[in-house]
């Protein structure tokens, strides 16, 4: 195998003509150029110099090779100052994907910090759900994946599922109770969920959906979900519209002025755990390591704010 050290020797010898002005050209000894023309020309399997009296001559294969080693030499050159920018953050890339509640909350403060911290990083931005998050970045359309789970129900069984990726824990997002602001229960301070069991019900996305049906069953009854909707913005003006009730996480209230509408606390209490996830190569990369960082910067401003109640 050719290496790139012995190309700088060879490029070396054929412009000074000898080993000794190579060696002095390149701050080394006499021996040592010598013995890796001797590497080099066992590696090509063919002779690169003669000697012509107190002169070096390249071959044919010297030729050769040295008019390609200038941009072998070139193209590793810029290869390395491109890895070690990279590396310092003065460059790279990050392709994140997150749910729609954490993007319009905790994604914007962690890119502009990002930014300011290290403007030569570039973060790409889609949207997806759990589970196909997830997969995204198990299939490498990601690098990183904001995504959150529920400590019961449907998700509670499948606690392993991300056992083989790294979880960096960033937030507890609280499901909030939203009804309408001349609703019976408008100015109860904590409801149980199971004295809206006779509302009419505005569920979102189909996991959430799910954890809603389960925690009402769990209080003894089904819910009778009217309408459902993945955008929380339309579920907030169903609701203002006083056209049900719903339980919304906290991020998703944050992210929307509810009009119309009034929050209260719902017991028992639920929770989803907001996670950003990556593979475990990735999280070696720094701008990768970098943004996982301002995501719990983020997070953790996000939980010590103060939720607002009421609309």
């Known amino acids: 195998m050719i290496e790139a050290r012995h190309l700088r020797v060879l490029r070396a010898v054929a412009a000074t003509g000898s080993f000794s002005a190579a ?38 294969a010297g030729e050769a090779l040295v008019r390609h080693a200038s ?25 994140l994907v997150s749910f729609p509640s954490g993007s319009s909350t905790l994604v914007p403060t ?6 300011a911290a290290h403007p030569g990083t570039r973060v790409s931005l889609v949207e997806a759900e759990p589970p196909r998050s997830v997969e995204m970045l198990r299939e490498g359309d990601c690098d990183v ?25 960033l937030l507890a997002d ?17 409801v149980a969920i199971g004295e809206l069991a006779e509302d009419p019900w505005i569920a979102g996305c189909p996991r959430c959906r799910r954890q809603l049906v389960d925690v009402c069953e769990t209080a003894g ?9 993945d955008d929380y913005p339309a579920v907030m003006g169903l609701v203002g519209a006083g056209l049900g009730v719903a339980v919304l996480p906290a991020l998703a209230i944050e ?23 990556t593979l475990p190569d990735l999280a070696q990369v720094p701008a990768v390591a970098a943004t996982l960082d301002e995501l719990a910067h983020a997070a953790t401003r996000a939980a010590d704010r103060p939720r607002a109640a009421g609309a």
């Open 174 to 190: 609280r499901l909030v109770g939203l009804v309408p602001e001349d609703h019976r229960l408008a100015g109860a301070g904590s």
């Open 145 to 169: 994946a904001l995504a959150f789970r529920y400590g019961t129900g449907p998700d509670a069984a499948g606690r392993d599922a991300w056992d083989d990726l790294v979880v960096r824990p």
């Open 110 to 115: 962690a890119l502009a910090a990002l930014r």
């Open 221 to 229: 009854f089904t819910p009778r979900i009217d309408f459902a909707t």
């Open 255 to 277: 992210s929307v002025r509810p009009r119309g509408a009034v929050t209260v606390t719902v017991e028992p209490a639920v929770e989803r755990e907001i996670v950003a996830l």
């Open 23 to 60: 060696a002095r050209e390149l701050g080394c000894t006499q021996p040592a150029v010598s013995q890796q023309m001797k590497a080099l020309e066992a590696s090509a399997g063919t002779p690169l110099l003669v000697r012509t009296g107190r002169e070096m001559r390249l071959t044919q």
């Open 71 to 95: 941009g072998i030499l070139a193209g590793l050159t810029a290869a390395e100052e491109e890895v070690a920018a990279i590396a310092g953050l003065r460059a790279g890339r990050v392709r």
